[in-house]
């Protein structure tokens, strides 16, 4: 062993020359953390250690030169990392999810060894300054600039230099405020030829989308939702490697072009809540790989049976919701046997429902409130076959006819379609409120105010445990209050007011905070905290009164059945409404 001595001992030196970071990476992180308001004790924890690849939220590669810093969710707090662009090897920067402000020093986007740039959901804020066409062409792939605080107009000269850009987000995403670009989408952006994805949502990006948007042929993702562009899709045609496409939240006008069928890739389309009209192209069936249509608050009219839904195998979500599509519901749709959610409402179909709905053996949704859908007792039926169905709204629809049978409800085990809050004020509802309204376990809100209601409350609603709000007003519902109301321990609102009730109000529980304006209008109530105080012989007669009453109430028709099941009134809380 004696004679490998020597080297053993040269082999050891270097080792150890090559087991730490260099002196300018250490100085520019420690720098950079000495410049910041709060640190959150890192400075404390890196100055203990020499060696900066042993700190915390830093990386090396196997020359010993920090190629990751990564301090996102740290509480960061103070001005941008300008320091951290003199580390000659890092690639990856990520300060996302602090409180960093200032503006974004453009020498980290200019760098010559960053290439993924993550500073998002910070307060970087002011405008993001331009790079001169004549600067060195940067290596950045990812730039990451979202839920910032950046205004002024989006940069156009800077992506001349970017040419190595593959994902651009400089969009909101979540709740700490919104950047506010204005201006177009600059047509400098084609020489990005590597951009893949594009995220600029959220902004106040206008005009209308220049022919140089549709020529970046490389984007697979697009999202440019909720800013202020018109103009038409002309020219989408070219995107012909586009996976995602959004642009829902603007103010495009025309119709959906022709060429929409060359995006053969194309898995979620999001058109919603614009301006656009006209009717589907029959080459949207040629987007054999959709996932989602989102078409919903448009103008669109015509048949949708003019698309062939049975060549788009993988449809899961189909939203035409207020539109002015006519005709019947297309056969087609129901060759989508993979589709979960199905959302018609608000739009001019006619006729029945098909009987090959029992083929969407994955359907869960299904809305066609506020149509000209007939039959409703066959409707129902075939809708007893869809087992995974587990929200149904079919109100405003099978006008003039008669209410069917109660066994017609058998079936439907699995409905879960009311959501937290159920409005089904100012109807002109008749008959008694159903004790099955007591299986709405989740429901928070409960509004059947101004409609004609009679019979007792059912003691079945003092299960709703959950309950915060009730509105009973302006009905004509006789008998007690039910004693087990005092079990509603989230009632916040409680209104039972111009209704024929009658007896003691159950001076108990949240009941007794309640303004008198919540009983006005019963004159056969009585109670401490309203004029008319009880005497014994009221409160006798209304104990035998209400236990008549329920024995009633048990054989009455159920008139009402389950009004809110057909969504005669709003429901909220659900998939953004009907």
């Known amino acids: 062993m004696a004679p490998f001595g020597p080297a053993l001992l040269i082999l050891l030196y270097l080792a150890s020359l090559a087991t730490s970071c260099t002196e300018q990476e250490r100085s520019s992180l ?85 290439v993924i740039l993550d500073v998002s959901f ?45 994902v651009l987000n400089a969009s909101n995403n979540s709740f700490t405020g919104y950047n506010q670009f204005s201006g177009s989408i600059p047509p400098e952006l084609t020489n990005c030829s590597t951009l893949k994805s594009l995220h600029a949502g959220h902004n106040k990006l206008g005009g209308t989308l220049q022919d140089e948007l549709f020529n970046i042929t490389s984007l697979a993702h697009l999202f440019l939702h909720n800013n202020q562009f018109e103009g038409s899709l002309i020219g989408i ?53 959709l996932i989602i249509i989102d078409l919903k608050s448009n103008d669109f009219s015509g048949e949708l049976a003019k698309v062939s839904f049975s060549k788009i195998p993988n449809l899961k979500i189909l939203d035409v919701v207020w539109n002015n599509f006519s005709g019947t519901v297309p056969e087609s749709i129901y060759s989508c046997s993979n589709l979960t959610a199905l959302r018609l409402s608000s739009n001019r179909f006619h ?26 007792t066959r409707a129902l039926q075939i809708l007893r076959s869809c087992r995974n169905l587990t929200t149904l709204l079919i109100g405003k629809n099978f006008m003039d006819e008669a209410m069917p049978e109660d066994d017609t409800f058998n079936g439907f085990e699995n409905l879960q379609c009311f959501p937290k809050t159920l409005n089904l004020g100012n109807n002109n509802l008749t008959g008694v409120m159903p004790k099955e309204i007591g299986r709405l376990k989740a429901l928070l809100s409960l509004n059947l105010s101004s409609n004609k209601l009679t019979g007792a409350i059912p003691q079945s609603i003092c299960d709703l445990t959950n309950l915060q709000k009730v509105d009973l007003s302006g009905n004509h519902l006789t ?54 105080h009880c005497d014994s012989a009221e409160t006798i007669l209304s104990k035998k009164q209400t236990a008549e009453k329920e024995e009633k109430d048990e054989k009455a028709i159920f008139v009402i059945a389950f009004g809110a099941f057909f969504c005669v009134g709003v429901l909220y809380d659900l998939f953004e409404l009907c």
């Open 351 to 376: 006729g029945q429902l098909s009987e090959r709905i029992d083929n969407l053996k994955s359907l869960s949704f299904l809305s066609i409130v506020n149509n000209s859908v007939t039959n409703i």
């Open 479 to 532: 008998g007690a209050i039910p004693t087990s109301v005092k079990n509603l321990h989230f009632l916040s609102q409680f209104n039972i007011s111009s209704n024929d009730l009658e007896g003691p109000i159950p001076f108990v529980g949240q009941l007794s905070t309640f303004p008198t304006s919540s009983f006005d209008g019963n004159p056969e109530l009585c109670g401490p905290m309203i004029a008319h």
């Open 237 to 289: 045609g070219n995107l012909t490697n586009l996976v995602t496409l959004d642009l829902g939240g603007n103010a495009l006008r025309g119709n959906i072009p022709e060429p929409i069928g060359e995006l053969k890739r194309l898995e979620e389309l999001h058109l919603d809540d614009n301006s656009m009209s006209g009717e589907l192209p029959s080459t949207l069936s040629k987007c054999k790989n």
């Open 122 to 166: 910070n307060q970087l804020n002011g405008d993001l300054q331009e790079l001169q066409s004549s600067s060195p062409v940067s290596f950045l792939q990812v730039l990451n600039i979202s839920s910032d605080l950046f205004t002024g107009r989006f940069p156009s000269t800077t992506w001349e230099v970017m040419k190595s850009l593959v």
């Open 30 to 114: 420690l720098q950079f953390i000495t410049e910041l308001s709060y640190d959150s004790g890192l400075s404390g924890s890196w100055e203990n250690t020499k060696d900066c690849c042993k700190w915390e939220g830093i990386t090396c590669g196997s020359d010993m030169t920090v190629t990751d810093v990564f301090l996102t969710s740290s509480s960061l707090q103070g001005t941008s990392p300008r320091p951290l662009a003199t580390s000659p090897a890092c690639c990856n920067l990520n300060l996302s999810h602090n409180f960093l402000s200032g503006s974004l020093p453009m020498e980290l986007v200019s760098s010559k060894s960053i």
